[in-house]
């Protein structure tokens, strides 16, 4: 019985071989070393929409909102309780996003907005990521003079509105197809 169990004893004690482990992770590590993506990555603090139970009517007087609409033609900037307060055409094909930024600017500058931190990006469903982004970097960031630089001679930044609400954009109502489609219905 003791013979038993040295011949099975004998045969576990067995030595590993990890040398093919060790020639796939040699050639692994440094293949997915170079493949990683090595690139700044910058997050951006978002106010998603709350749900229909968490809004609680307490104010009487609505307070200011400011609201970017990215549509296909052109970038609107409204107020929420007052309207549009200026329409930006694209030009050629592209948003006009520095009269976005000098805009934004002198609405800063206006008292009732001069402490706001907040607007709202409103986006139709086709809006491109990339558009998407240089509106937030437009509404979220101004570049001071050009003697403002730091140590290494990058550009200092100022803030605008860095507090960035997102949704969907209302339907077009300017536009006179729409108009006439929903006439129709």
């Not at 990683?36 to 951006?44: E, N, P, T």
């Not at 052109?74 to 520095?98: A, C, M, T, W």
Request: glycine share 4%; charged share 25%; proline share 5%.
């Amino acid at each position: 019985m003791f013979n038993r169990r040295s011949k099975k004893m004998k045969e576990m004690n067995a030595e590993l071989n990890i040398t093919a482990f060790m020639n796939l992770m040699v050639v692994l590590v440094p293949f997915l070393l170079m493949t990683a993506v090595f690139s700044q990555v910058s997050i951006l603090n978002l106010n998603l929409p709350a749900g229909a139970s968490e809004i609680v009517e307490t104010e009487e007087k609505p307070p200011k909102a400011l609201e970017v609409i990215i549509r296909k033609s052109r970038l609107d900037v409204l107020e929420r309780n007052s309207g549009l307060l200026k329409s930006i055409p694209n030009l050629e094909d592209q948003y006009n996003f520095v009269e976005l930024n000098q805009f934004l600017q002198q609405v800063k500058a206006h008292p009732e907005f001069n402490t706001d931190t907040g607007i709202t990006l409103l986006m139709e469903m086709d809006t491109t990521y990339d558009a998407l982004i240089q509106t937030m970097d437009a509404v979220r960031l101004v570049e001071l003079d050009k003697k403002d630089q730091d140590d290494e001679g990058n550009t200092i930044h100022g803030e605008l509105f860095p507090n960035i609400s997102m949704g969907d954009a209302p339907p077009d109502t300017s536009n006179s197809k729409a108009i006439k489609s929903g006439a129709k219905k």
